[in-house]
Each structure stands twice: as C-alpha cells, then as structure tokens.
C-alpha cells in the first residue's frame, strides 16, 4: 500500500515537467493516481483475510514504506494490527535517498516515531535496514521486530550490504529473502541464504555464527515473519515442515566423508532439493511439485507476458527518459 510520493520522495512535479510530452502522459498513467483512504484499505484487508485465511495462508497489512505512506495510513495501521494481532510487512530504510529522506523528515528518528507510534512491535517484519544506524538496531531488538536482509536484491540496485552481523549482535530477529531479484534472477532461497551467510558471517577467524546457528534462526525467523507456527524444529507437537536434500547430488565428488551441513553450505542451491513436505503434505517429489504442472503454467504466464506486452510499448518507450529525471531529482533536487 502507498498513498504518497508516487514517484520522488516529495513533490512529483518538477520530474514531470522535466519529461518529454510523450513520455510524461505514459507514467503519468501508470504511476500517478489518487490512493485509498486508510479505512478503505484496512477495510479490504479484513475481506481478504476472511475471504483466503486459513493455516497454511497469513494475511498481513503491506505498507510499502515510510517514505510512500502517509502518516494516518501507518497509525492506522498500527491501530488495527495492535487490536487484531495481524502482522506487518514493510520495508525500511533500502537506500542511502531513503535515508536522507528519513533524516529529513523525521528530525527526531524515523524508527523511534514508528515505535512512538504503535507500528514497532514483534508484529512487525522490516525488510533491507540496510542504512539503519545502530540506535535504530537497538530499538529494533528491543520491539522483537524481525529484519528480513534481501542480499542480491541489494546488490543488483547497489543499495548496499547491510548491517546484518551487528543487528544480529544487537538482539535483532533476522530472516533472509530474494525481494524478487535473487542472484540469479531464480527466487533460489538456499543461494541467497549461504550469500548472507558467507557476506556477513566474519573476518579471519572471527565468526559471527556458526553454520548450524545460521541456518536455525533463518528457518526460525524466517517462519515467524511469513506467520508460520512453530520454530521450523522436527518434533512431537510441531508442524510436518521440512524440506529433504539430496545428499548424492550434493556430494556429487564423493571423494572423502564430509559433514553434510558443510558441503550444504559449501554449494547447496534450489537444484538439491528432492522432497518438500508442508502440514504432512508432500508438495515436492523428486525436485517436481505434486499439485500442479509446474512447466504448463510458466508457459502459459510467459505467453500471457508476450501478449500484453504491447500495452506498454509507451511506457517502455518513456522509461529511459524516466530513469535519468530520477536520477538527476534524487541526485541534485531531492536526496543529493
């Protein structure tokens, strides 16, 4: 959800007017509109909870970001998530023009207004903190919110790396995901999660974690952000969630015995998984998911793509000149 600065970080004009005619009416249309009123939005996520909830789908209010969020739409929020337990997914601070911003606008800290206002609580999932500072890490961890690090999403838009070891150090819940724009460009979650691990893990003989304490608070974090019960341990009493590598595929030299948590760490991807397991559920057999045809759907998205791709011919043809007026805005007239 965003109902404020659709394309800069304050006043859109200035970028429109510095646009060609033909490319000004294209992202105009697709980016500039009147948003929801708060009630309004709260109101259809109600809808959509009652309309798909259940134990294997959480719900949870999206405000994209401070940054594209009014002030009576994030304490509303905050209202509604405090009288409903429902959680919060937001990103926070991905950019050094989102942390210029931020110091702008919120003279007295952008995280302490989120926490004076409701919105900081262990309900809350923050996704990147990259430019965070540690005061803010501390009242992160402090609230019990979860920092989800999106490694190679930061990489590909050279936001930066992150200060992920010294939130960990600080108390701070950290989970990992892709943000769309694994490394790869294949949502592979094992990749992504050995990245974070070999990025922020030390220097010298220094570590910051061990592999098996990595890989236990990804799963355990990683499961309270989505909303999943339990802390991804296999026992009496707990969730049938687990997800089976295939040691011979991931051992494929076979030379010499080698822990296989290392070996997993050491070249593990997407491609090892043989068996993945939901509720008790088997949803992936042999690599292939079990409830749908995995090959018959890419092709029909990838056509649907190619058909509607000439309804954005304009917009494609207006983003080169869209992409330099925001650069020189955030550069020179915004967040420089």
């Not at 838009?157 to 200060?163: E, Q, Y």
């Not at 769309?180 to 220097?203: F, P």
């Not at 990838?302 to 550069?331: C, G, I, Q, V, Y």
């Amino acid at each position: 959800m965003r109902d404020q600065n659709a394309l800069v970080y304050g006043d859109s004009h200035a970028l429109l007017d510095a646009l060609p005619a033909e490319a000004r009416q294209p992202v105009e249309a697709l980016f500039v509109r009147t948003p929801s009123p708060p009630a309004a939005y709260l109101d259809l996520v109600d809808e959509i909870h009652a309309a798909i909830a259940g134990p294997l789908v959480d719900v949870q209010y999206g405000p994209a970001g401070v940054q594209w969020c009014s002030a009576a739409l994030l304490e509303a929020i905050a209202e509604r998530s405090a009288a409903t337990g429902r959680r919060v997914h937001m990103h926070l601070l991905e950019t050094i023009y989102q942390r210029a911003w931020a110091d702008r606008t919120f003279p007295g800290g952008m995280v302490r207004y989120l926490r004076d206002i409701g919105l900081l609580s262990d309900r809350l999932t923050l996704a990147h903190c990259v430019h965070a500072r540690p005061d803010e890490l501390d009242m992160i961890a402090d609230a019990g919110a979860t920092i989800v690090t999106n490694f190679s999403s930061n990489l590909h838009l050279h936001s930066g790396l992150g200060p992920i070891a010294d939130a960990h150090r600080r108390g701070c819940a950290i989970a990992v995901g892709v943000d769309g724009a694994a490394l790869d460009d294949d949502d592979d979650a094992i990749r992504e999660m050995r990245l974070v691990q070999l990025a922020h893990d030390g220097l010298g003989f220094r570590r910051n974690w061990t592999r098996a304490e990595f890989l236990e608070l990804v799963v355990r974090n990683g499961r309270r952000a989505v909303g999943a019960p339990g802390r991804g341990v296999l026992g009496t009493g707990a969730p049938a969630d687990f997800t089976v590598i295939d040691l011979d595929r991931l051992d494929r030299d076979a030379i010499m015995p080698v822990e296989p948590l290392d070996l997993f760490f050491a070249r593990g991807n997407a491609s090892c998984v043989r068996d993945v397991v939901v509720a008790g559920r088997r949803i992936v057999r042999d690599g292939t998911p079990t409830g749908v045809d995995l090959g018959a759907l890419q092709t029909e998205l990838r056509s649907l793509f190619r058909k509607n791709l000439p309804n954005f011919a304009s917009m494609r043809a207006a983003w080169p000149a869209l992409e330099d007026a925001t650069a020189r805005w955030f550069e020179h007239a915004g967040c420089g």
